[in-house]
């Protein structure tokens, strides 16, 4: 079945450093990508996602891109806030419909 | 509604006792997931429906829990004895399926805590 391999946290930052998630997975077919946030006592809700090879998805400052040849995903943020202080989960979605997410991958920005 | 609700939010039962906890997805999503989450951990899959096909229930824990949807609507997760490993947030997603949505994405619930004393 399809599977998903975050890195673990928690990653604590300081404040406008550099941040990096990373993500890869094995799924069948061809998938989409998503990356989830979830903000500290709020529920799960789409941070970004790219939907064949080589796109970038991006919102919020976040970036990342599909990368059909090493089957990864990886999350990046150039100068990290307190606000994105949050659980991010990385999750294809292939033939099937089917989500499945990582562990999630706890980030704490420290001011 | 405009979002996927769930209900209730928050239950506290004694163990060994049922609880039904209740999801009603965005209209017109032909897929929905239930989820748990208990505290500090990522999303464990329960169950998936998609449309009229025969459910995903490959991450039932036990056979103390079961699913039900009828067509495209409400679900209802039911847990049965409930046990104090039981206690966790369950979140339920609804999403479109079919030709071209594929990279849709999931709708998420505020979530069910259940507290199992």
């Known amino acids: 079945g399809d599977s998903v391999t975050q890195m673990e946290g928690p990653v604590t930052l300081s404040e406008e450093a550099f941040l990096t998630i990373n993500c890869t997975y094995t799924a069948t077919g061809y998938p989409s990508l998503f990356w989830y946030v979830q903000y500290p006592g709020e529920g799960l809700q789409l941070l970004l996602k790219a939907t064949k090879a080589d796109d970038k998805g991006s919102n919020k400052g976040f970036e990342a891109t599909y990368r059909k040849e090493t089957t990864s995903f990886h999350l990046e943020k150039g100068s990290v806030q307190v606000s994105d202080s949050a659980v991010y989960f990385c999750?294809?979605?292939?033939?099937?419909?089917?989500?499945?997410f990582g562990g999630g991958t706890r980030v704490l920005v420290k001011p | 509604g405009a979002g996927v609700s769930q209900s209730p939010s928050n239950k506290v039962t004694e163990k060994g006792k049922d609880v039904e906890l209740r999801c009603d997805p965005i209209?017109?999503?032909?897929?929905l997931y239930w989820y748990r989450q208990r505290l500090g951990q990522g999303l464990e899959f329960l169950i998936y429906f998609q449309g009229n096909s025969a459910p995903d229930k490959s991450g039932l824990p036990s056979d103390r829990f079961s699913a039900e949807r009828t067509g495209e609507s409400v679900s209802t997760l039911t847990i049965q004895r409930t046990q104090q490993e039981d206690s966790a947030v369950y979140l339920c997603?609804?999403?479109?399926?079919?030709?071209?949505?594929?990279?849709?994405?999931?709708?998420f619930g505020q979530g069910t805590r259940l507290t199992v004393v």
């Open positions: 997603a609804s999403s479109p399926t079919g030709q071209g949505t594929l990279n849709t994405e999931a709708f």
């Open positions: 999750a294809p979605r292939a033939a099937g419909n089917k989500l499945t």
């Open positions: 209209s017109g999503h032909t897929a």
